[in-house]
């Protein structure tokens, strides 16, 4: 927030507030012919996931102003992937893996293939292995479905197993 004095006399200024959530520093001074900087600083740890608004007056010699804050606080995601294990047997080439959000705050993930002898290092999706979505954005309270798509043609003999990771922001 920047205070600014376009008169020639030192302006000596204060801002009151009382929003829980909002702190302003410092919340007092004096601006001789220039431009003070004052900031505006939120707390969203302490609030639920909301819209939050709330004002503050800057009273100075020079007049009194009415600064308008608004703030949104996200919720947080948490994420349950089922089933945990895909089996494609008997000739079946798909399976559907779900990604329900329980949270509050939207849920962002996706798919990638880990390998087998160090599921710390990404592969590269092969030909034959395909997942529709490979990620998405799913909001709280919801589901995401990813089709896992195996082209048996293309399975190169000795394949009979993959790691699929499903990661999010959280």
């Not at 308008?68 to 494609?88: C, E, Y």
């Not at 160090?118 to 529709?132: A, C, G, I, K």
Request: zero cysteines; proline letters at 7%; a negative charge.
């Amino acid at each position: 927030l920047s205070i600014t004095n376009t008169t020639l006399a030192p302006m000596a200024w204060s801002i009151s507030e009382n929003v829980d959530w909002l702190t302003v520093t410092p919340s007092s001074g004096t601006t001789a012919t220039n431009i003070s900087q004052v900031q505006v600083t939120v707390d969203r740890g302490v609030l639920p996931p909301n819209l939050y608004t709330g004002e503050f007056q800057v009273v100075s010699t020079g007049g009194t102003s009415t600064v308008k804050v608004a703030m949104q606080v996200a919720g947080s995601a948490t994420m349950t992937v089922s089933p945990l294990a895909i089996n494609l047997i008997n000739q079946q080439e798909t399976a559907d893996l779900t990604v329900t959000n329980g949270g509050t705050g939207p849920l962002q993930w996706s798919l990638s293939l880990r390998d087998p002898d160090d599921v710390s290092q990404q592969v590269t999706l092969p030909d034959y292995l395909t997942f529709t979505p490979p990620g998405a954005i799913t909001q709280p309270g919801a589901s995401s479905i990813s089709k896992i798509t195996i082209d048996r043609d293309l399975v190169p003999s000795g394949v009979t197993s993959f790691i699929i990771l499903v990661t999010s922001a959280v």
